[in-house]
């Protein structure tokens, strides 16, 4: 069964629109962490943010939000005033502690349009 | 820039052959894992490298294999290529084993063309 589920497989929006970037999960672990990487089109994944299963608090970074809900298992990611640099896939991961193993989604291809 | 370096960039090989992917760590990370990402997919754990042994492993068969030196640096060989190999093969340093609490720093990849 996928741990990670994204369902929107690609996204277009025009530049300075917000788009909000939808992410479920799945585990029976009452301690995990949940990421969202970024992966331009070099390949490299990009850390961009990390919580633990006990803080539901949301999280502003710039322009950069994040609404974490443990009751609809959802970690969803928000881009207020999108940038064409902002143009990407962004991957939601999930990490049962303690472990050494890490599940990704299958992402969402984000294009912004100037 | 995250500091992992990964070599080659492009790799074109045939059916039944073997291949070495290389990747030096970040500076003061001693663990490395490996992905495979494959076309559209997100990345799948192949396996960790720690203390210069394997430390977990995904779904992947032993003809996938690795190995870690003193600097941390890593290799992933991969023998008997199958066509699914064709990938984009990421490493990722971390300073610890524990991936919740230790946050991973990618390299750009290796493209791995199986024909």
């Known amino acids: 069964a996928q741990k990670v589920t994204q369902a929107q497989t690609e996204i277009s929006v025009v530049e300075k629109e917000d788009v909000t970037l939808d992410c479920v999960y799945e585990t029976r672990d009452t301690t995990y962490y949940l990421f969202w990487y970024k992966q331009p089109p070099s390949g490299e994944l990009v850390f961009l943010i990390r919580r633990n299963s006990f803080d539901e608090q949301n999280e502003i970074s710039g322009r950069y939000s994040w609404n974490f809900q443990k009751s609809t298992s959802s970690f969803n990611f928000t881009i207020t005033a999108s940038q064409v640099v902002d143009s990407a896939v962004y991957f939601c991961?999930?990490?049962?502690?303690?472990?050494?193993?890490?599940?990704f989604g299958t992402g969402t291809s984000l294009t912004v349009i100037p | 820039e995250t500091g992992v370096t990964q070599s080659p960039t492009h790799l074109i090989k045939t059916r039944g052959q073997q291949v070495t992917l290389r990747c030096s760590s970040q500076s003061g990370h001693n663990t490395v894992s490996w992905y495979q990402q494959a076309l559209g997919q997100g990345p799948q754990f192949i396996f960790q490298y720690y203390r210069e042994e394997e430390n977990g492993r995904g779904n992947f068969p032993p003809r996938f294999s690795g190995l870690q030196f003193p600097n941390y640096s890593s290799e992933l060989n991969v023998n008997a290529l199958e066509l699914d190999d064709s990938a984009l093969y990421l490493c990722?340093?971390?300073?610890?084993?524990?991936?919740?609490?230790?946050?991973?720093?990618f390299g750009a990849g290796t493209r791995l063309s199986v024909l």
């Open positions: 990722a340093s971390s300073e610890g084993t524990e991936l919740a609490k230790n946050i991973q720093y």
């Open positions: 991961a999930l990490s049962e502690a303690p472990g050494n193993q890490f599940y």
